[in-house]
């Protein structure tokens, strides 16, 4: 009977040891994106604030610390003691809601995102079907705050913001059809495998480019932030909010500039994938740090067109120019499949 025990054990330890290792990776993993993810959100504020300064000739923060970089603690610390009113006239329970839907829906797709070879939250076959999920969601935080907040400038703001991303996520669906096709999965992961020999910004140059346009319409960056126009609408949606509730906004929307810049650098530009002289987190980290000087790029030296202009160029030109992209690329697929067999 001992030596059964004995032999059990033997078997069953390595295993057990085995799952746990695995478990702990898997909670570091996660701790170590949310840290990086929050703290990335906050650091945002204060290099934006530098890149438009260096963009429009001006100083930019300067004050508070080492080249304005304790501005980012002052914005923290004025927000979390700033004055949290809710509105007598609001519906309580969901204007207090809202704010939460946008972070938590924009920090869950982030859980698909392969930030290297084994650096990643969940390896799932549907992944790219996840991340069109959960930024479909991001609508509802503004639809719910808008109407919650019982104003006609919000309220308009939401009605805004909701035709934009929803109009906008059909064109991004359709980009990101042709990246299917080409590398037959919707794993993130195997997505950019599947970029070793060549990177699909080459083939797919025109569902990168719709993409993007889709990219920066979905998190109302200027210059397609219609639903918060302050000259407008006295700052759309979020009007009523104030001191952290405000904040969650803020910071749900330079979630989504890091998000959409994140699957821009998986889906067309190798995610990982660099030469071998830097790990492939870093190669990462720099790609999507060029993306998101590009939204800012764009806030500093874009109009904002007008509402029905915005709706407008979306289905009269991306919604043919997507479906066109679709077509041509599954053509192409068809064609070198058969010459192959």
Request: aromatic share 14%; net charge positive; with cysteine.
């Amino acid at each position: 009977m001992r030596k059964r025990r004995n032999n059990r054990l033997r078997y069953c330890c390595p295993a057990a040891l085995n799952i746990l290792i695995m478990e702990a990776h898997f909670w570091w993993v996660i701790g170590g994106v949310l840290f990086v993810l929050l703290n990335t959100a906050a650091g945002l504020i204060w290099l934006e604030r530098r890149m438009l300064a260096l963009w429009q000739d001006r100083y930019g923060p300067n004050r508070a610390g080492p080249l304005g970089l304790f501005i980012v603690l002052a914005d923290t610390i004025k927000l979390f003691f700033k004055e949290d009113w809710i509105p007598p006239f609001s519906d309580k329970v969901v204007f207090v809601f809202a704010p939460a839907v946008v972070v938590a829906s924009v920090l869950m797709s982030f859980a698909v995102i392969p930030f290297g070879p084994n650096i990643l939250v969940a390896d799932w076959n549907i992944g790219l079907l996840f991340f069109l999920a959960m930024s479909s969601l991001g609508v509802y935080s503004i639809v719910l705050g808008g109407w919650a907040s019982n104003n006609k400038y919000a309220l308009l703001g939401a009605m805004r913001g909701a035709s934009q991303m929803i109009s906008y996520e059909v064109f991004m669906g359709l980009a990101l059809m042709g990246v299917v096709l080409l590398s037959g999965s919707f794993n993130l992961r195997e997505i950019v495998e599947a970029q070793r020999g060549m990177w699909y910004i080459i083939p797919q140059f025109l569902g990168f480019v719709i993409f993007l346009i889709a990219g920066v319409a979905e998190t109302h960056r200027l210059p397609f932030d219609i639903p918060e126009a302050e000259s407008e609408l006295v700052a759309g949606f979020h009007a009523e909010y104030s001191g952290m509730k405000f904040g969650m906004f803020f910071i749900g929307e330079y979630l989504g500039v890091t998000l959409v810049s994140s699957m821009i650098v998986t889906l067309y530009f190798g995610g990982w994938l660099g030469p071998a002289f830097l790990p492939g987190v870093i190669w990462f980290v720099i790609k999507t740090f060029v993306f998101i000087s590009l939204f800012i790029l764009l806030r500093a030296s874009m109009p904002r067109p007008r509402y029905d202009q915005l709706m407008e160029y979306g289905w009269k030109v991306l919604f043919p120019l997507s479906l066109l992209n679709l077509l041509v690329t599954a053509a192409v697929k068809l064609i070198l499949t058969d010459n192959l067999k």
